[in-house]
C-alpha cells in the first residue's frame, strides 16, 4: 500500500513557475509520476521516474519545462513546472505503484494548476 498526498497547486500567469510536491507513504513503488487531466480531455502522464535508477522520462508538451525529482529520505515527489502556459491548466495527479513492477496503482487527491494569459 502507498499513501499519496498532492500539495502546491494554484494559480500563475503565463510565463510562471509552480512546484507540486506528492508525500507518500507505505511501500516503495518500483515507480512514480505525474498526470493531468483538463476538462473534457484525457488523462495525461507528464512525468516518470524510478525510484531506484532516477531514470526521468516526460511526456513532449511538458518536456524542457518541467522537471520530476524524488526525495528519497523524504519519501517526496516533486514536479517543478518552469515557463508554464496556459495549456499547462489542468488537475494533477501523483501516482505510484507496485513494488515490483512500474504501474499506477495508487493516485493523490489531485491539486488543480491554473494558468492565465
Known amino acids: 500500500q502507498v499513501q499519496l498526498v498532492e500539495s502546491g497547486g494554484g494559480s500563475v500567469q503565463a510565463g510562471g513557475s509552480l512546484r507540486l510536491s506528492c508525500a507518500a507513504s507505505g511501500d516503495t513503488p518500483t515507480c512514480m509520476a505525474w498526470f493531468r487531466q483538463a476538462p473534457g480531455k484525457q488523462r495525461e502522464r507528464v512525468a516518470l521516474i524510478y525510484t531506484s535508477s532516477r531514470k526521468t522520462t516526460y511526456s513532449d508538451s511538458v518536456k524542457g519545462r518541467f522537471t520530476i525529482s524524488l526525495d528519497g529520505a523524504k519519501n517526496t515527489l516533486t514536479l517543478r513546472m518552469n515557463g508554464l502556459k496556459p495549456e499547462d491548466t489542468a488537475m494533477y495527479y501523483c501516482?505510484?505503484?507496485?513494488?515490483?513492477?512500474?504501474?499506477?496503482?495508487?493516485w493523490g487527491q489531485g491539486t488543480q494548476v491554473t494558468v492565465s494569459s
Open positions: 501516482s505510484a505503484g507496485p513494488q515490483d513492477y512500474c504501474g499506477y496503482t495508487y
